[in-house]
C-alpha cells in the first residue's frame, strides 16, 4: 500500500540535543512538507520541498533543518537552537497530478 | 490573522444528527481541502473542492468561491465520525509572480466533533 511513513511515533529530545524526525513516502510525490500542530493552533509550516535537492523554509523554520536528498525521504532535525518543540509533527505529500494530500501518522517529540 | 476561519471549535451531538461544519476564507484559493484527524493523530484527505458539490458516502461538501465559504455535511452521523475536522486551502499565486511556488497551505484551527450513541 502507498503512504506516508513517520517515525518514531514519539520521542523524546534532552535540552541542546538535536534529532531527527524521519518521513519516507512511497507515492512518488515530488512535493513533500513538514508541519507542526500545536493546540489550539492550525498547522504551521515548517519546511517544504517541490523537488529532489530543493527545500524552502516555511513560517516557522527557526531551529529546524531538513534535507531531500532522495524524492522518497525528508528527515527533519529539531535543532537544538529550537527552545520550544514540544509539538506534534506531521509529515505530508501533495499529488501533483490531483492535488491530494496525504498525511503521515504524525512524531509527538516531547523535552525531557 | 487567520485567513482559514472554522465553526463551531468543538460540537457534540446525539448519533444520527445531521452535522454541519462552516469554513471561512480570506484569500483567492485554487483549492480548498477538508481533512479529518482521528485521535492518535494521522490526518486523512475527505474532499478537495475548488467549485461546486462533491459527496462521498454520509459526507458532503459544498463551496462558494464568491462568498468565501465552504461547509462539510455529516449526514445520520455516527460515534464513528468522532475526530477534528480541519478546513485547509491553497492560495491562488500572486499575478505577475516568477517566484511563488504556490506550495503553501492555510489552515483553519478545526473543529473537534463528538457524536454521542
Known amino acids: 500500500d502507498g503512504g506516508i511513513t513517520q517515525s518514531p511515533k514519539y520521542l523524546f529530545r534532552k535540552e541542546g540535543q538535536n534529532v531527527t524526525l524521519s518521513c519516507e513516502q512511497n507515492?512518488?510525490?515530488?512535493?513533500m512538507y513538514w508541519y507542526r500542530q500545536d493546540p489550539g493552533q492550525g498547522l504551521r509550516l515548517i519546511y517544504y520541498?517541490?523537488?529532489?535537492?530543493?527545500?524552502q523554509k516555511g513560517d516557522i523554520a527557526e531551529g529546524y533543518s531538513v534535507s531531500r536528498e532522495k524524492k522518497e525521504s525528508f528527515p527533519l532535525t529539531v535543532t537544538s537552537a529550537q527552545k520550544n518543540p514540544t509539538a506534534f509533527y506531521l509529515c505530508a505529500s501533495r499529488d501533483g497530478y490531483n492535488e491530494k494530500l496525504f498525511f503521515g501518522s504524525g512524531t509527538q517529540l516531547s523535552v525531557l | 490573522k487567520n485567513e482559514v476561519e472554522q465553526s463551531p471549535q468543538n460540537l457534540t451531538a446525539q448519533e444520527g444528527e445531521f452535522i454541519t461544519i462552516n469554513c471561512s476564507y480570506s484569500v483567492g484559493i485554487s483549492a480548498l481541502h477538508w481533512l479529518q484527524q482521528h485521535p492518535g493523530g494521522g490526518i486523512v484527505s475527505l474532499f478537495m473542492?475548488?467549485?461546486g458539490k462533491k459527496k462521498h458516502g454520509r459526507l458532503i461538501a459544498t463551496i462558494n468561491i464568491q462568498e468565501k465559504h465552504s461547509s462539510l455535511h455529516i449526514t445520520a452521523s455516527h460515534p464513528r465520525d468522532s475526530a477534528v475536522y480541519i478546513c485547509a486551502v491553497r492560495p491562488q499565486p500572486p499575478p505577475l509572480s516568477v517566484s511563488y511556488t504556490g506550495n503553501q497551505f492555510y489552515f483553519g484551527t478545526g473543529t473537534s466533533l463528538t457524536v454521542i450513541p
Open positions: 520541498s517541490q523537488i529532489v535537492n530543493d527545500f
Open positions: 507515492l512518488n510525490h515530488d512535493a
Open positions: 473542492l475548488s467549485s
